[in-house]
């Protein structure tokens, strides 16, 4: 499939029903979301995909969070005209700004979309330009390390830890897209304009073991939306188990 401006997106579908487009984060592509859409395929027609730059799709340049959202029209399309969108972190925000700009969009789920609020707001800066940089300098050691100290908040400790695990190299590998997530995120701002010009059913979604900010963001998500509304399910660090999630998603999504 390609998108509005001939870039290629690599998808897969599994299940029949009801479509949901699977909208993964940060150092994700379409195998992360593979066993959240094994748990719905029962009762969904479920589209994993690469994000442009991620896996099979291709990666166009110069990059425009506005090339995201019209992927999203492309793979709605193929979806057959119709989707459910299901984003998690930066790839809620996606959905979010997605459903926002008006695309045909039945329902939304979005889990800890990463806007900070109250209390909150200031404790991530907007690391863009510095993983910029690193990327343009073939740093992309240094890229990981940014996001995931000054964006995610890992420890430095638990991230040198990290490097020396096999597990570095996929995220190396994929370390050109977090600026991309970084533009999507916009700095952690809440949206509230665009949000408010969102008409479908959203639910926002966190976890119980996720940091206050995260959970709080997801609220206020929620909040912004008209009509939206929040559940926070048992789960770990920024992470709920397929298991889980899937219920909480066909229950709202079908009733």
Same mark, same amino acid.
């Given at each position: 499939?390609?998108?509005?401006?001939?870039?290629?997106?690599?998808?897969?579908?599994?299940?029949?029903?009801?479509?949901?487009?699977?909208?993964?984060?940060?150092?994700?592509?379409?195998? /992360?979301?593979?066993?959240?859409?094994?748990?719905?395929?029962?009762?969904?027609?479920?589209?994993?995909?690469?994000?442009?730059?991620?896996?099979?799709?291709?990666?166009?340049?110069?990059?425009?969070?506005?090339?995201?959202?019209?992927?999203?029209?492309?793979?709605?399309?193929?979806?057959?005209?119709?989707?459910?969108?299901?984003?998690?972190?930066?790839?809620?925000?996606?959905?979010?700004?997605?459903?926002?700009?008006?695309?045909? #969009?039945?329902?939304?789920?979005?889990?800890?979309?990463?806007?900070?609020?109250?209390?909150?707001?200031?404790?991530?800066?907007?690391?863009?330009?510095?993983?910029?940089?690193?990327?343009?300098?073939?740093?992309?050691?240094?890229?990981?390390?940014?996001?995931?100290?000054?964006?995610?908040?890992?420890?430095?400790?638990?991230?040198?830890?990290?490097?020396?695990?096999?597990?570095?190299?996929?995220?190396?590998?994929?370390?050109? /897209?977090?600026?991309?997530?970084?533009?999507?995120?916009?700095?952690?701002?809440?949206? #509230?304009?665009?949000?408010?010009?969102?008409?479908?059913? /959203?639910?926002?979604?966190?976890?119980?073991?996720?940091?206050?900010?995260?959970?709080?963001?997801?609220?206020?998500?929620?909040?912004?939306?008209?009509?939206?509304?929040?559940?926070?399910?048992?789960?770990?660090?920024?992470?709920?188990?397929?298991?889980?999630?899937?219920?909480?998603?066909?229950?709202?999504?079908?009733?």
């Amino acid at each position: 499939m390609r998108s509005a401006d001939g870039t290629p997106i690599a998808y897969e579908r599994s299940g029949d029903g009801p479509p949901i487009i699977l909208v993964g984060g940060a150092f994700n592509d379409r195998n /992360t979301t593979r066993a959240l859409g094994a748990e719905l395929a029962s009762d969904f027609g479920v589209f994993g995909y690469d994000r442009r730059g991620r896996g099979d799709s291709g990666d166009t340049t110069p990059y425009e969070v506005r090339r995201e959202i019209e992927d999203l029209a492309a793979l709605i399309a193929a979806a057959g005209g119709t989707a459910a969108l299901y984003g998690v972190s930066s790839g809620a925000i996606l959905a979010a700004l997605a459903a926002a700009d008006g695309l045909p #969009v039945t329902g939304l789920v979005l889990f800890e979309p990463p806007f900070q609020v109250g209390s909150h707001v200031g404790i991530r800066e907007d690391i863009t330009a510095r993983l910029t940089e690193r990327i343009a300098a073939d740093d992309r050691d240094g890229a990981v390390e940014t996001f995931l100290t000054d964006s995610v908040g890992l420890p430095a400790e638990a991230v040198a830890g990290m490097r020396a695990q096999p597990m570095w190299g996929s995220l190396t590998a994929i370390a050109h /897209t977090l600026p991309y997530d970084a533009l999507v995120s916009a700095g952690g701002r809440l949206p #509230v304009e665009r949000l408010a010009a969102i008409t479908a059913p /959203t639910l926002a979604v966190d976890s119980t073991s996720s940091p206050q900010w995260l959970r709080d963001g997801s609220r206020a998500t929620a909040e912004a939306v008209p009509g939206g509304r929040h559940v926070s399910l048992e789960g770990g660090y920024h992470d709920v188990p397929p298991a889980t999630l899937a219920p909480a998603l066909r229950e709202f999504l079908l009733g």
